[in-house]
Antibody, heavy 122, light 108 residues
Framework: QVQLVESGGGVVQPGGSLKLSCAASVFTFRSYAMHWVRQAPGKGLEWVAFISYDGSNEYYTDSVKGRFTISRDNSKNTLILQMNSLRPEDTALYYC???????????????WGLGTLVTVSS | IVLTQSPATLSVSPGEGVTLSCRASQSVSSNFAWYQQKPGQAPRLLIYGPSTRATGIPARFSGSGSGTEFSLTISSLQSEDFAVYYCQQYHTWPPMYTFGQGTKLEIK
């Protein structure tokens, strides 16, 4: 069974930084695009960022452009989300998710981790 | 692209069938998916494409639609099906994927 395990969440002050990690196993990580999706407490789902299977393409939702950076290390089966200039509205449970299609991404999120909670508060 | 799900809450008895709806503000062709989320759990992909069941999803779940109108049908509700259901489009490129606000399916 595919495993995705997020870590790195915590409490940070507005303007601060956090680095989230997602450890992937039981599938060929280097073959799949990956995503970060977040869910504010009691709210719905919001796609945050995409990275292609080889790391050559990255895309972000407008509200995090210029502040968040997605990256991956295919040698370590790890997905990263570097979050800078954090705002209270970034408070959410952050999930990493595997695309349903190998190679060129489809954009549906097949497997999800359990999430890591980021709280931005003074 | 804005996705609007209806209704927000649906009360249904176990064993009954139910259809959830999602409307897109513009055409997303067939680039559409449905997810189920139970309290305290990560979402689970049910349907994509928009009628292909994901791995391990029971046959009582089916999806249909194209363009701007989509539906998810659960043919005979089991106790484990009571959850929140989200629709999602992945039509836009570069990606700007969006989700609906969710429909809560509760026991009547």
């Amino acid at each position: 069974q595919v495993q995705l395990v997020e870590s790195g969440g915590g409490v940070v002050q507005p303007g601060g930084s956090l680095k989230l990690s997602c450890a992937a196993s039981v599938f060929t990580f280097r073959s799949y695009a990956m995503h970060w999706v977040r869910q504010a407490p009691g709210k719905g789902l919001e796609w945050v960022a995409f990275i292609s299977y080889d790391g050559s393409n990255e895309y972000y939702t407008d509200s995090v452009k210029g502040r968040f950076t997605i990256s991956r290390d295919n040698s370590k089966n790890t997905l990263i989300l570097q979050m800078n200039s954090l705002r209270p509205e970034d408070t959410a449970l952050y999930y990493c998710a595997k695309d349903v299609m190998p190679g060129t991404a489809l954009g549906a999120f097949h497997y999800w981790g359990l999430g890591t909670l980021v709280t931005v508060s003074s | 692209i804005v996705l609007t799900q209806s209704p927000a809450t649906l009360s249904v008895s176990p064993g009954e069938g139910v259809t959830l709806s999602c409307r897109a503000s513009q055409s997303v062709s067939s680039n559409f998916a449905w997810y189920q989320q139970k309290p305290g759990q990560a979402p689970r992909l049910l349907i994509y494409g928009p009628s292909t069941r994901a791995t391990g999803i029971p046959a009582r779940f089916s999806g249909s639609g194209s363009g701007t109108e989509f539906s998810l049908t659960i043919s005979s509700l089991q106790s484990e099906d009571f959850a929140v259901y989200y629709c999602q489009q992945y039509h836009t490129w570069p990606p700007m994927y969006t989700f609906g606000q969710g429909t809560k399916l509760e026991i009547k």
